[in-house]
């Protein structure tokens, strides 16, 4: 029957700029996708390559499974992962990918190149221009994926004009490189922005010296380190003397299975641990790794999964700020000055 109505069904082009407007926010949210992609994909090693904060290209090359010749283009439909197929899965992810969005949302927004080989000796070649398959062919490069994004939100102008200035653009790359990277201290991650090493971590699986590689040397090695564990839950963490401190909690990571998240109720709790030791309006540098039971944690809460919903948020807050309370009453921490009064 022929519809009179007015509703009809969006064209996959526009339904898929939709999803970006929701995951793809600005540069950074690219960098994100992709490196929690390679990140999904075993890979030890990430190479970001960054031009112009990201508006001119982001690349990020990984070493690891690749897509299969015959997967590519599906990998590029809206809704398609690998990751996940059943309800039971949905609730036990312990990728950091599972909602299929993110490919077919960048591909939307943008000019993307991918190169893939599963086993290093044939490769494929893929372009798409806002979401079109625009070339495909075979090429050469070892086992591994890069992918290209170039012109980004060249058809949004709308999203164009609410990009920030290239000087915030790549401190938000710099933040998320940053978190995915102490969130993954087994992978090398290496930041590259217009020719300059930004960060590059060692990828030998050391929380400290990853922090290294991001923070310098001179803060990783100070910093104290506590583990607080029960059945449920393994927490351990770095975290700043009271003299070590920045002007906003930014510089408080919380890592859940993986995966950074942003939890309000748990970064108070790091700063709970310091009682009155900080200064008012100073907050510490810490990284919180939590491990947990994934169906103890709901991360389909949010399109960009950093805010998850937790079982027993509570004790978790507990755990962290008991945990720094007690390293922190454990140390000398009374200044020479006052010592020697
Ligand atoms: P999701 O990560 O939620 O599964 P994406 O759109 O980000 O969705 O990716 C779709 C699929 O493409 C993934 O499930 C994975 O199979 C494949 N893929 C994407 N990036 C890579 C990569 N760097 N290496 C290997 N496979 C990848
Ligand atoms: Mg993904």
Redo the contacts with the bound molecule.
């Keep these: 029957m022929e519809n009179l109505g007015l509703i009809h069904e969006l064209s996959v082009e526009l339904s898929n700029q939709i999803a970006a407007g929701e995951v793809i926010e600005r540069p950074a949210s690219v960098v994100k996708?992709?490196v929690?992609?390679?990140i999904?994909?075993h890979?030890t090693q990430i190479l970001i390559t960054v031009k112009e904060s990201g508006m001119k290209s982001i690349e990020?090359n990984?070493n690891?499974?690749?897509?299969e010749a015959d997967?590519v283009e599906i990998?590029f439909q809206p809704h398609?992962?690998?990751?996940i197929s059943t309800e039971h899965d949905l609730f036990n992810v312990l990728?950091?990918?599972?909602?299929?969005?993110?490919?077919?949302s960048i591909a939307s927004v943008s000019k993307l190149t991918i190169v893939?080989s599963t086993d290093g000796k044939s490769a494929i070649q893929a372009k798409f221009s806002g979401n079109t398959l625009v070339d495909k062919k075979t090429f050469a490069r070892s086992k591994?994926?890069t992918?290209t994004v170039e012109d980004l939100f060249f058809n949004t102008p709308a999203r164009l004009k609410y990009v920030k200035s290239l000087h915030t653009e790549l401190n938000k790359i710099v933040d998320i490189v940053d978190r995915l990277a102490m969130g993954h201290p087994e992978i090398s991650v290496r930041l590259i922005h217009d020719g300059k090493d930004i960060v590059w971590t060692s990828g030998n699986d050391n929380l400290q010296q990853t922090m290294a590689g991001i923070y310098g040397r001179t803060i990783a090695s100070h910093m104290f380190e506590f583990e607080n564990s029960d059945e449920d839950y393994a927490i351990k963490g770095y975290f700043s003397k009271p003299d070590t401190t920045r002007s906003n909690r930014s510089y408080i990571s919380l890592i859940l299975n993986g995966r950074y998240i942003r939890n309000y109720q748990l970064t108070n709790a790091v700063i709970r641990g310091y009682g009155s030791k900080l200064m008012v309006g100073r907050f510490p540098i810490a990284i919180i790794d939590i491990k947990l039971d994934p169906t103890l944690v709901d991360i389909n809460v949010h399109p960009t999964k950093q805010e998850v919903r937790l079982t027993n948020e509570g004790h978790i807050a507990d755990m962290i700020s008991e945990g720094i309370k007690n390293k922190i009453a454990n140390q000398n921490l009374i200044p020479d000055a006052v010592k020697n009064l």
Excluded at 80 to 83: A, H, M, N, P, V
Excluded at 95 to 104: I, K, P, S
């Design positions: 996708e992709l929690e992609n390679a999904d994909a890979a990020i990984d690891g499974d690749g897509i997967d990998a398609t992962t690998s990751k990728t950091l990918g599972f909602r299929g969005e993110a490919l077919a893939t591994g994926t992918v």
